[in-house]
């Protein structure tokens, strides 16, 4: 009985492990395509949504969201592990460089942005230390 029960833990174990659903999944995919959009219509803004750097090659995470043309602000945060860093592209256009998020030092950034009519497009790349990360929010 002994021999039955350790594959069919380890079976239980490795299905819950391989479960497309579970938040580190979705955070290797960016965001969740069946979650609802979010737009940037009012005071509620854009976000948060958090970028997390992975292990391996650097990959950029796109966040599509809807708005009205005109000025807002883009809020980055770190979360908290040193060794950050990356760029963030808005639109096509690098509005977070290198030298603004590199470093050991805590992470808080306020950004001036233009946000077009319709669809806009945050595209954040990290290539900093592995599990360092950063929240984005798009307040207009």
Do not use: Q
């Amino acid at each position: 009985m002994k021999y039955l029960m350790l594959p069919l833990a380890a079976a239980l174990v490795i299905a819950a492990c391989s479960e497309p659903t579970t938040p580190v999944a979705a955070a290797r995919r960016g965001p969740n395509p069946n979650a609802p959009r979010l737009n940037v219509v009012g005071p509620a803004g854009f976000g948060p949504v958090d970028c997390l750097r992975e292990t391996g090659k650097p990959v950029g995470v796109e966040w599509p969201f809807e708005a009205v043309a005109g000025p807002a602000s883009l809020v980055v945060t770190g979360n908290g592990e040193l060794g950050i860093n990356g760029t963030i592209d808005l639109n096509g256009v690098t509005v977070v460089t290198h030298p603004m998020v590199g470093g050991n030092a805590p992470l808080s950034l306020t950004v001036p942005v233009t946000l077009v009519d319709g669809t806009n497009t945050l595209v954040c790349t990290l290539e900093g230390k592995p599990g360092s990360g950063v929240t984005l929010t798009v307040v207009p």
